[in-house]
């Protein structure tokens, strides 16, 4: 997935990315980005598109499993809670 195409998802999910304005994050929309970014990346994996095996076509993403090891690591290193 290119940077475009990531923008581009983004934009669609959060059509206030896609102005000239500016764009306050609280720390829920900040955590929300980050998830997004991260099943974005998961689906491009298991699609494929990546070069890891992200657990093949139709996979959930990590933040809709529950309790995922690599995710749950992720997110304390950005101080974050599930």
Request: charged residues 30%; glycine residues 14%.
């Amino acid at each position: 997935m290119t940077r475009d195409e990531l923008w581009r998802k983004f934009a669609e999910r959060n059509p206030s990315f896609d102005g000239d304005g500016s764009v306050t994050l609280s720390a829920r929309g900040l955590r929300k980005l980050f998830t997004q970014t991260w099943d974005f990346a998961y689906e491009a994996g298991a699609s494929g598109e990546g070069e890891d095996d992200a657990g093949g076509a139709g996979a959930v993403p990590p933040s809709e499993v529950g309790d995922d090891s690599k995710l749950s690591e992720l997110m304390r290193m950005f101080g974050m809670k599930k």
